[in-house]
């Protein structure tokens, strides 16, 4: 019962913060109207800035420093200068001319920066800026080596005694994705071999769906609802079922056991299905995890923008909105928790099955 007050009063918490955000921002554009598609796109995009809000008309966040190259050379600058001068100009370092980066509002590399031509036209350079995410992505990673520094600290402290506070949660997680997830679908031969790799995602991808659910820097970010992220993620359990493979994982794929001959040959059908499915696996994995974070962010703050859209037309309405959509917002905020650890869980547990049939032994 006291988790549950935890969880409930920890949700609350998170849908006004989400709230004051986008109050904040309706309050200060005076120029135009609340747009809740804009606002719901921010908060799940990548962006080269981090805006955390905006106050009396002033923005409130942290511009990031952006790394692009052209032409072998590399340039840069700080996000501000798209705020303050909506480009940015320089020197090409080639030719000596005006170079221009931009960030366009449309089009093919909407969101991107790009170097603007005389023409009109636009090339995309080559891109590692610290983003948003990027960003997310340096903190989070500092975040879980401090806390396995921590808890491998209270190992050496406590030796053999009972567990206590973040180790005893550490151990729990631990040993369930050891025992209850590895264990079942590896066999004993080849579990230490990939147990590292499983125990590594689980807890990045789990912290990281609870960072993304608190609304204060420097959390907050949409870093694994981001499908360049679970891309990543996808990728590397790709290359280590496949690199890692024995034979009787490549047997199945191209003369699969208790298939009739006429499905191998003279067209090998089997083969080709069997091969498609090695690549459409990562892409599930991938798809799954990007969807499922990304559509929870989408419903708490739709709800949140629903009490401005409503307050536009009534104040009374939008009072009695705000209860009611921040009701519903609290609820999908206690699933959204929930689902942080189930979608940790399903990466894990798929990628460990996927382990399990490349390291399988040859049955007599």
Known sequence: MKVLKNIVCL????????????????????????????????????????????????????????????????????????????????????????????????????????????????????????????????????????????????????????????????????????????????NEKSVDRYLPYLITVFFFIFINNILGLIPLFPFGANLTGNIATTAVLALFTFFITNLLGNKEYYKDIFNTPGVPWFLKFPLPLMPIIETVGCFTKPFVLAVRLFANITAGHIVVLGFISSIFIVAKISIAGGVGMSIFSLLLAIFVDCIELLVAYIQAYVFTLLSALYFGMASKEHHH
């Open 11 to 186: 949700s609350f918490l998170m849908c006004l913060l989400f709230g004051t955000h986008d109050f904040a921002m309706a309050e200060n554009e005076q120029e135009k109207e609340f747009n809740a598609g804009e606002v719901i796109i921010e908060h799940i995009l990548d962006s080269y800035e981090w805006h955390i809000c905006t106050w009396k008309g002033h923005h409130v966040g942290f511009y990031l420093p952006c790394i692009v190259f052209n032409d072998g050379h590399c340039y840069t600058f700080s996000s501000k200068e798209f705020h303050e001068n909506g480009q940015y100009k320089t020197v090409n370092k080639t030719n000596s001319e005006e170079l221009v980066f931009a960030i366009p509002n449309e089009g093919k590399y909407k969101g991107k920066i790009v170097i603007l031509n005389a023409d009109g036209s636009q090339i995309r350079p080559f891109d590692i800026s610290i983003t948003k995410n990027v960003l997310a992505l340096f903190i989070s990673c500092a975040l879980i080596i401090v806390l396995f520094y921590l808890v491998t600290k209270a190992y050496e402290k406590r030796g053999e005694k009972e567990p206590k506070g973040l180790q005893s949660l550490f151990e729990w997680l631990i040993v369930y994705v050891r025992d209850d997830i590895a264990r079942k679908a590896i």
